[in-house]
């Protein structure tokens, strides 16, 4: 079934919307997948706001080009599904790369951050990062900890004078 030149036009348009305003997508190998998988796929990338397209890679190309990204043609061979996340970066890295744990199913060929593109091994360290709340956990506990270390310093002394004034009332009393 060939499609016309205006659906071509409208797919690379919405490739170009997408693509644009997403701040983290994953290029993906899906030779090998049955339909159910696709399926279960999408509902569970869904579930986490992101959104899973199969391209065509002429188009894409276009799409990439129209948006500057000449350096996603070489990825763009073979079956490709584009999973794209308007709101987190790190999103469709980390959902991709745990349905291919889960399944051994699927190859991720790049990635796009922020409207850079970085290869496969770069969208496996995003994959591998903690989760936005544990890192906020970490900046605040790495904060917190020379804090909590003054206040004990500071209150070295406090603690020597009390020991001291406890040992003199005890030598007293005896």
């Known amino acids: 079934m060939s499609i016309s030149r ?4 409208l797919v690379v348009q919405e490739l ?10 994953v290029l993906a190998d899906f ?7 696709l399926t279960e796929l999408r509902r569970q990338l869904r579930q986490e706001g ?8 002429t188009l894409a190309k276009r799409a990439a080009s129209e948006l500057g990204l000449e350096e996603l043609h070489p990825y763009l061979e073979g079956p490709t599904g584009i999973a794209f996340s308007l709101e987190d970066p790190v999103a469709p890295a980390k959902a991709i790369s745990g349905f291919i744990k889960a399944n051994r199913m699927l190859a991720i060929k790049a990635g ?3 409207g850079k ?20 956990a970490q900046v605040v506990g790495g904060i917190a900890a020379p804090l909590s270390g003054f206040v004990n310093v500071l209150q070295g002394p406090m603690r020597k004078l009390v020991y001291a004034l406890e040992a003199i009332r005890e030598q007293k009393e005896a």
């Open 6 to 9: 205006k659906q071509k036009q």
């Open 16 to 25: 170009v919307e997408n693509l644009g305003q997403a701040k983290g997508a």
């Open 31 to 37: 030779k090998g997948i049955n339909v159910n998988k």
């Open 50 to 57: 992101i959104e899973f397209k199969v391209v065509k890679n």
């Open 112 to 114: 796009l951050v922020e």
């Open 117 to 136: 593109v970085i290869s496969d091994a770069g969208v496996q360290s995003l994959a591998d990062l903690p989760s936005r709340e544990v890192l906020l």
